[in-house]
T-cell receptor, first 117, second 113 residues
Framework: NAGVTQTPKFRVLKTGQSMTLLCAQD?????MYWYRQDPGMGLRLIHY???????AKGEVPDGYNVSRLKKQNFLLGLESAAPSQTSVYFC????????????????FGAGSRLTVL | KNQVEQSPQSLIILEGKNCTLQ??????????LRWYKQDTGRGPVSLTI?????NTKSNGRYTATLDADTKQSSLHITASQLSDSASYIC????????????FGDGTTLTVKP
């Protein structure tokens, strides 16, 4: 089982360029999330999806767009990259909402390191 | 404001020693709390999950406690190993269906030989 796979692992952009990060999960999970992690700060939720065809804003959505056309894929797009978007991006998925009690667990990808010059 | 505060920010211990990491939260309504381990350059991996009614849960050498009244949790690591060197993140999940959660900034643990 691959779990959650993120591509690319590393990317360097110039200010104003656009790019898309791809997250793929093979666990048939309903929920998918995109986070960013900056030094000295906890993971912050950018956008999330509760099912195919749905997306919702998280804590820090500005400057990002997402799409969930297929259940197994969750794409994060940067239309016009800015240096403030230099970060490590993590995708995660879960079988149920993270707020439900029980054994559901967020499964994270290995991360995508993005540098915007 | 929903917050999760972890302490200490960093910790260095010798191999074989025990240590305890703290997590205080103000998240409401509360659903459950999880501790994650994040190795350098990797994504976080779940260690334990604590629901409102649980006080203690163990996973090998890791033991998590939860006091829902004082809104505090701790992660105790017994007989530390070099492979325990990582960042330990406390995550509190809100009692909603939208998967909302608040992450702590993490405690960086370094285990030295």
């Amino acid at each position: 089982n691959a779990g959650v796979t993120q591509t690319p692992k590393f990317r360097v952009l110039k200010t104003g360029q656009s790019m898309t990060l791809l997250c793929a999960q093979d666990m048939n999970h309903e929920y998918m999330y995109w986070y960013r992690q900056d030094p000295g700060m906890g993971l912050r939720l950018i956008h999330y999806s509760v099912g195919e065809g749905t997306t919702a804003k998280g804590e820090v959505p500005d400057g990002y767009n997402v799409s969930r056309l297929k259940k197994q894929n969750f794409l994060l797009g940067l239309e016009s990259a800015a240096p403030s978007q230099t970060s490590v991006y993590f995708c995660a998925s879960s079988s149920l909402a993270g707020g439900s009690s029980g054994a559901n667990v967020l499964t994270f990808g290995a991360g995508s390191r993005l540098t915007v010059l | 404001k929903n917050q999760v505060e972890q302490s200490p920010q960093s910790l260095i211990i010798l191999e074989g020693k025990n240590c305890t990491l703290q997590c205080n939260y103000t998240v409401s309504p509360f659903s459950n709390l999880r501790w994650y381990k994040q190795d350098t350059g990797r994504g976080p991996v779940s260690l334990t999950i604590m629901t409102f009614s649980e006080n203690t849960k163990s996973n090998g050498r890791y033991t998590a406690t939860l006091d829902a009244d004082t809104k505090q949790s701790s992660l105790h690591i017994t007989a530390s190993q070099l492979s325990d060197s990582a960042s330990y993140i406390c995550v509190v999940f809100h009692n909603t269906n939208a998967g909302k959660s608040t992450f702590g900034d993490g405690t960086t643990l370094t285990v030295k030989p």
